[in-house]
Structure formats: structure tokens, C-alpha cells
């Protein structure tokens, strides 16, 4: 094929007429920072660029990049909508638009400052008090209250657009929990497998020098406090979970939910598998008002009774100041411009979007009058009005009625509604159905507070809408994300986005820091995955011998289903889902641990529980259903490789690896009593060997037909075959006794104690010696020694 000449791939990219377009400029020319990405992009065939993307898509998959998409009914797991051409903007433009939020961030802190403090904004009368009195968004326990930083704000984002006559305008600011800094990570390595040549000699701004100095920041402002320093997140349903997870592992955090974390005493504290934590700084990834059910929202199930009294005593920083999200009010923006020229003595560098509260006389005969203009909704929403100019309310409030005349809304209810000029946004090319095409764009843009002062993420994330409306820029509704890229006029610095993790001194004072929560959910883990891989051991046992010719009926069948197999029917879908359901629990809880378990781990997890699924609805002829399950074992036991070689020797790999451990052992003592029984239908010791995965080894040692006393032997006592009760005893004793409270100086745990008279009670039998019907009692035990663990460790 022909490569996509540069005529060729700009012949049909029509910009719309009356917007500004980022990639070509008015009179038809290409701005010149897009010219060399543009030539590059001409040298593929419409076929290698389909490659590249999907290479791309790929390490976003295999990465576990996904968005949680809603709908009535359901939520459900989708790919990331990375669009694969960048967003390129001139370095020098990038230096104005910095300068300019930075400008807004120091305004932004000022004002929240003092509705918290002084309050002279409003006595001065450059704020209404409605705006703060009314408003959900303000805390009023929060006044004040001094954060101990020093400051309210310390990590921000601003959604800014171009409009029609070039400038830019602030659509929104994003003070509560701004999203999009981690994915804005990925978005770019992504970039960087689809363009690898291009991007390594490009003058491209790398993200990993703000992360590492917002990182630094992090811990400057911790000072001397040895507390842990923690992401709270609402956990695995939320839409940004998946960053929560990510930044948390990239900066050496800890991630938490609202029920790991206590207040003693005026101090924050983590529950963790060590015994409680003092906790020094939260970066909240939630509202301010679910974050104290006892001072805020008394039906938040999300946050921590008491986390408000530990910043009033100052023990607990926070990111941003619980409160600052009063900062989103829609309605404020009518009031900064006015406020900048007080407060700075000078007017906004990047001003926002024009803004007109209700509430006033004068701005309600304004709005009333330039109705067909202008977007109106509620003053205390903190949702951007990105829309066509249809005049049509978007009001939150479910009081205000759809089919209610606008104009007596705004005489009626003036206080809770503003106008806003309608948004026009300038477009960005996107590759659709094999040319470019100009979609709506707006981009955001992080700020971290630093000890310099506030610095601005050099490019990184910009929405894209799905289509020529601007209505349409929710990945819920189809839109898309794009990478940003800074060009510069000189080299830059090429600092890794790996090496933030490695070289960061946070690791060390982390490393000992395990959730009981993350513990709890990793053991489960452990044993869960085990509960499937017996259940599908005994699946294709049963159907191999169906395959082989017993009747269903026969004794040793019969036997299975009654002893083994809980009374379940001889169905194939019915005894699929005994291995599918404790997949889908392990999926659950591996869920809730993004921090701690690889997203290769997670990704193997998800193949084999969709394997399951594929099982239980086809039509699998008999002779084929023991070869499926098969396959279904070697990726659980893949899945259980990949862990034991890949996952880092810490505590939350001794947690999963007691879950295994402590699975398979009680397994064993469940099944082997009967299968040596007396009473035990021929065929069962060489089933007992079968399901062990023990034939072979069995064959070697005793080059004789199984008895009962070889398969105990084996089994159940020897401590070298990794089948055997002996062998995982011993394997969680020692697992056991690198747990926290377990070193040589300290007295023995009951935990501690537990393990090894356990593992005592087998090391001293023998097969001569040994009963069966003793492993009831060890199967008992071994429940009770996981609820020592659990009590110790876990709640």
C-alpha cells in the first residue's frame, strides 16, 4: 500500500467553521508545533496506524486501565477510550496558561481561606453570604479550623478551553478530588508504544518530574511526624479506583478506605496488620462531607467517625482541606474576577467563563433577557454547563421541573440558579473510520503544591467529545481521552515514569504498612483460588470417568457426587459454578487490594473466571470436558506461578500465601478420610492421588498399588511434597512467624503457638501410626487457627 501522504491525511479533515482548531490554523495552514507529528503520521498506511493503536489498547489492557461505566441497572468494567492523536501544544502557549493558573490557584486559596476564617469577602460584600450559608459544599465545622500544612490546597485541576477567538477560559475548577493525574500516566506510555520512534527524539515535556516533586512535597509537609501517609479512596465501585490504586503504587502511598482508619485520642490511625498506625497525611479521593459521618454527613458509609477532630488538633494533614470543595460552586465564578482585582489588585490572567448569579437584581433581568444564549442550572452544583445553546435547565435539584417556564424559575428561584455564557470549544483531530476528523475538546490541567510554590503538569489529559456536540465528553456517554503534549523549542529532560517508585525513600517507611483490610482481602484471596482449583480437580475427575465409561450411577461416581461433591447433580453447568463462584469471589477481593496485587495477577484472574463462564454456557461434547478442565488447571496454576515468582516478599504475599496454604490443607483433611476409608468404593485411593496431583510421585516412591497407608503417607504427612497437610503446616508456620509481633525478642503469639503445635502433632506420626479418622479433628483445628489469624491480624 501506499503510505497516507500528508495531503492525504489532511484532504477531508474539515475544522467547523466559527471555532478555533488545535491542529490547523484559520487560514488553512497547520500550526507549526503539529508539523513534525503530522509528517511522521503520513509515513503509516491506514493498516499500520490500525496496528499501532491497537498496540496501544493492549498495554492499557494488560496494564488494567479500565473505566467503570454505569447504567440503570448495572456497572460494568469497560476498555479506556484513549484516542490515539495527541492534543500538541506550543511550549511558549503552555508557559501562559501555567502562569495563569497558578495565578488562579493563589486567588482559589485566598477565598477559601477566608470563608473559613474572617469571612471578610462577604462583610466587604464581594461574596454573598447565601453562596456560603446555603450551600451543601461549605462545612461549617470547618470554620476556623487550621489546616496544619499550613494551606487548604495542595493538589488541583482546572478544565480550560479555547474559544473562538483564541484564547483560553476556565469551564471548572476542580478542588473536591480531581481525577486524572494517573491516568494521565498511562495515557502516555500508552502514547509511547504507539509512536516509540517519534516520542523518543521528540521535545516532548516528560509527567515524571512533577510527580516526583509532588511526591517530595507529600512528605516535606509530613515534617517530622513518622506517620503513614495515605490515598483514601471509596473503593473498587468507584469510577477512579483504578487511579486511586495506581497512584498509591507509583508514590509509595498507602491506599485506604474510610473503615481502615480510627481516631484515637485526637490522632488518626491505620488499622493495620501490625496493630494501629499513626497517620499523618490523607490525600482524599472523596467528598469533604462523606468523609465524617459524625461531623458532616451522618449517612456517609464511606468515611471515619472523627477524622475532623484529628485535623482540628492539627495531628492530621489532609489534600485538599476537607471543606475546600465549597471552591467548585458554579456560582462563584460570577464573583472572582471581581474578587482577583480586590484581593491581587489585578484582573484573572485566564478569566472563566462568564458567570451570572440569579440572586441579584440586575444579573436576573440580564439571564431573563439573554435566555436563548446562555446555559442555566443550579448555583451550588459543582458540574461544569458544557452544552449547545438551547437555553434548557440543567438543574441537579429534582424541585425544578423540566416543564416549568424558565423565565418564572428565574424569577422564583433566583438564588439557586445561574446563567453562563454558552461554551464554544475548539476542536482536536481524532482518527475515525480511517482519516481525521476535528472533535470538541477541552483539556485539564493539574497543579501540585510544592515547596517552590505551585508547579503545573507540563501536558497530560484531555477530553475529547464523542462527536461535533459538546454535550458528549463523559466516557459514560462515548467520549474519549487524549494525551497532551507540551512541546518545547529545546532538548528535554528525559526523567523515567518508572523511576519514581524505585529511587523513592517513601518505600522503606511503607513497606511495613499492610492494612488489616488489604491482608483480610489478600488471605481470601489465597483461599479462594484454592477452593476453585479443588472443586475443578474433582470436575474433571468426575467427567473423566464418565468419559471412560462408568455409569453415572456407579458406586465410586455415586460416591463423589454424596461425599465430594455436596450432593450436587450430575450437570455440567451446576459443577462448573462450584469452581466459578469462588473465582468470582477471589476477582472481588483481588479487587479491593489494586495497590498490592500486579495488574498481571489481576489480569490472569479475570482469563480463567471468564474461561469459567465460557464452560458453564457451552455445549461441550463429553470426551471434551475433561480436556477444558484441564486447560482451566494449567491457568490456575499458572495464575498461582505467576504469583509465587513475581509478587514481592512482603506481608501482603505472606497473607495470600496463608490463604493457599491454609485452603489446601483443610481440603485435604476433608477429603482423605474418606477416600481411605474401608467403606470407600473401589478406585478411590488411585481418585485421592489423582486429585493430590500425586499419581507420578506415588508410582516412584512405592512402586506398588496405592494403600491407604502410602496415599496418608503421602499426602497427608510428607513435608516435602507440596500436595501434603505436613508440607503446608510447616509452609504457614513459617509464614506465621514473620508476622508482626513475631520476632525472636518477643514472647510467642498465640498465632505462633498454634502453628507449630500443629505442625508438631504431624512431624511425630508416622504412617504405621496414624489415623484417619484424627484428620476431623486437624481439619477442626485448622479452622480454628484461621480465625487466631483473623482476630490477630485481620479485623
Not at 511495613?512 to 474433582?538: I, T
Not at 497473607?655 to 477429603?671: D, K, P, V
Amino acid at each position: 500500500m501506499q503510505d497516507v501522504s500528508r495531503l492525504q491525511l489532511l484532504s477531508e479533515y474539515a475544522p467547523r467553521a466559527g471555532k478555533q482548531d488545535e491542529l490547523m490554523l484559520p487560514n488553512g495552514g497547520i500550526r507549526p508545533v503539529w508539523r513534525d507529528f503530522i509528517e511522521h503520521l503520513s509515513r503509516f498506511t491506514p493498516d499500520d496506524l490500525t496496528t499501532r493503536f491497537a498496540r496501544g489498547n493492549q498495554y492499557l489492557r494488560d496494564a488494567g486501565v479500565l473505566f467503570r461505566h454505569y447504567d440503570d441497572t448495572v456497572s460494568s468494567e469497560r476498555d479506556w477510550p484513549l484516542s490515539h492523536i495527541p492534543v500538541v501544544i506550543d511550549g511558549s502557549e503552555w508557559e501562559e496558561i501555567s502562569t495563569g493558573l497558578v495565578q488562579r490557584a493563589d486567588l482559589l486559596e485566598t477565598v477559601v481561606q477566608d470563608v473559613y476564617g474572617n469571612n471578610e469577602l462577604v462583610a466587604a460584600g464581594h461574596l454573598p453570604a447565601t453562596l456560603l450559608t446555603q450551600n451543601p459544599a461549605w462545612l461549617r465545622p470547618m470554620v476556623g479550623v487550621s489546616p496544619a500544612g499550613g494551606n487548604f490546597l495542595n493538589f488541583l485541576a482546572f478544565e480550560i478551553g479555547r474559544g473562538p477567538d483564541g484564547k483560553w477560559w476556565v469551564i471548572s475548577d476542580m478542588i473536591e478530588a480531581p481525577s486524572g493525574a494517573g491516568f494521565a500516566i498511562e495515557n502516555r506510555v500508552a502514547m509511547s508504544r504507539v509512536f516509540p520512534n517519534f516520542f523518543a527524539n521528540a521535545k516532548i515535556h516528560r509527567l515524571a518530574t512533577f510527580f516526583q516533586e509532588f511526591q517530595k512535597s507529600l512528605f516535606d509537609y509530613r515534617g517530622n511526624s513518622k506517620g503513614q501517609i495515605a490515598v483514601l479512596s471509596p473503593g473498587p465501585m468507584n469510577d477512579s479506583y483504578f487511579e486511586h490504586a495506581y497512584l498509591a503504587r507509583y508514590l509509595g502511598l498507602l491506599l485506604v478506605e474510610g473503615e481502615d482508619l480510627t481516631v484515637q485520642n485526637g490522632q488518626a490511625m491505620v488499622r493495620t496488620v501490625s496493630g494501629p498506625m499513626p497517620l499523618s497525611m490523607l490525600w482524599r479521593r472523596i467528598s469533604g462531607p462523606q468523609c465524617d459521618p459524625l461531623e458532616f454527613n451522618a449517612d456517609s458509609q464511606i468515611g471515619t467517625p472523627g477524622l475532623l477532630e484529628a485535623v482540628r488538633r492539627r495531628n492530621l494533614s489532609v489534600v485538599n482541606a476537607l471543606g475546600a470543595g465549597v471552591l467548585e460552586t458554579r456560582a462563584l465564578m460570577a464573583f472572582l474576577p471581581r474578587i482577583s482585582r480586590e484581593v491581587l489588585g489585578q484582573p484573572l490572567r485566564i478569566p472563566n467563563v462568564a458567570t451570572w448569579w440569579c440572586g441579584q437584581p440586575g444579573e436576573q433581568t440580564h439571564v431573563i433577557e439573554n435566555r436563548a444564549k446562555m446555559m442555566i442550572g443550579s448555583a451550588f452544583s459543582t458540574t461544569p454547563l458544557i452544552s449547545d445553546p438551547h437555553g434548557i435547565i440543567l438543574a441537579e435539584d429534582p424541585n425544578f421541573r423540566q416543564d416549568e417556564g424558565v423565565t418564572e424559575l428565574l424569577r422564583t428561584k433566583g438564588r439557586e440558579l445561574v446563567g453562563q455564557e454558552a461554551v464554544t470549544l475548539s476542536t482536536t483531530p481524532v482518527w475515525e473510520d480511517g482519516h481525521l476528523v476535528a472533535r470538541p475538546m477541552c483539556l485539564r490541567v493539574f497543579l501540585g503544591r510544592t515547596s517552590d510554590g505551585w508547579r503545573v503538569m507540563p501536558g497530560g489529559y484531555a477530553r475529547v467529545s464523542a462527536g461535533t456536540d459538546t454535550k458528549v465528553f463523559a466516557m459514560q456517554r462515548g467520549g474519549k481521552v487524549a494525551d497532551v503534549w507540551v512541546a518545547s523549542d529545546r532538548p528535554v529532560e528525559k526523567a523515567s515514569l518508572l523511576a519514581v517508585a524505585r529511587e523513592s525513600h517513601a518505600n522503606q517507611s511503607l513497606s511495613r504498612a499492610l492494612p488489616s483490610r488489604a491482608a483480610d482481602n489478600l488471605y481470601w484471596l489465597g483461599r479462594y483460588v484454592e477452593r476453585a482449583e479443588l472443586n475443578m480437580r474433582l470436575f474433571r475427575a468426575y467427567y473423566g470417568r464418565v468419559r471412560d465409561g462408568a455409569p453415572e450411577n456407579s458406586p465410586l461416581l455415586s460416591f463423589m457426587r454424596a461425599t465430594l461433591l455436596g450432593g450436587a447433580k450430575a450437570d455440567a453447568a451446576v459443577l462448573a459454578r462450584r469452581f466459578e463462584a469462588p473465582l468470582e469471589r477471589a476477582l472481588h477481593a483481588a479487587g479491593k487490594v489494586g495497590d498490592r496485587f500486579s495488574p498481571d495477577g489481576m489480569m490472569a484472574l479475570k482469563e480463567l473466571d471468564q474461561t469459567a463462564s465460557r464452560l458453564r454456557d457451552m455445549d461441550i461434547p463429553l470426551d471434551e470436558k475433561p480436556r477444558d478442565i484441564s486447560l482451566l488447571l494449567r491457568q490456575i496454576t499458572g495464575f498461582a506461578g505467576l504469583v509465587h515468582e513475581n509478587m514481592f516478599r512482603s506481608l501482603g504475599w505472606r497473607f495470600l500465601s496463608l490463604g493457599f496454604s491454609l485452603e489446601r490443607a483443610t481440603n485435604m483433611c476433608y477429603l482423605l478420610p474418606a477416600l481411605v476409608s474401608a467403606d470407600a468404593p473401589d478406585g478411590a485411593l488411585d481418585l485421592a492421588l489423582e486429585i493430590g496431583d500425586s499419581t507420578i510421585s506415588h508410582r516412584a516412591r512405592y512402586s506398588v498399588t496405592a494403600s491407604p497407608r502410602s496415599v496418608l503417607d503421602l499426602l497427608a504427612l510428607d513435608e516435602r511434597n507440596p500436595r501434603a497437610i505436613h508440607y503446608h503446616i510447616s509452609r504457614a508456620r513459617s509464614h506465621v512467624s514473620e508476622l508482626p509481633g513475631n520476632s525472636r525478642d518477643h514472647a510467642m503469639t498465640d498465632v505462633a503457638r498454634k502453628a507449630l503445635q500443629l505442625e508438631t502433632s504431624l512431624a511425630v506420626e508416622t504412617s504405621e501410626t496414624f489415623e484417619p479418622d484424627s484428620l476431623h479433628t486437624l481439619e477442626s483445628e485448622l479452622r480454628d487457627f484461621s480465625e487466631l489469624i483473623s482476630r490477630a491480624h485481620l479485623v
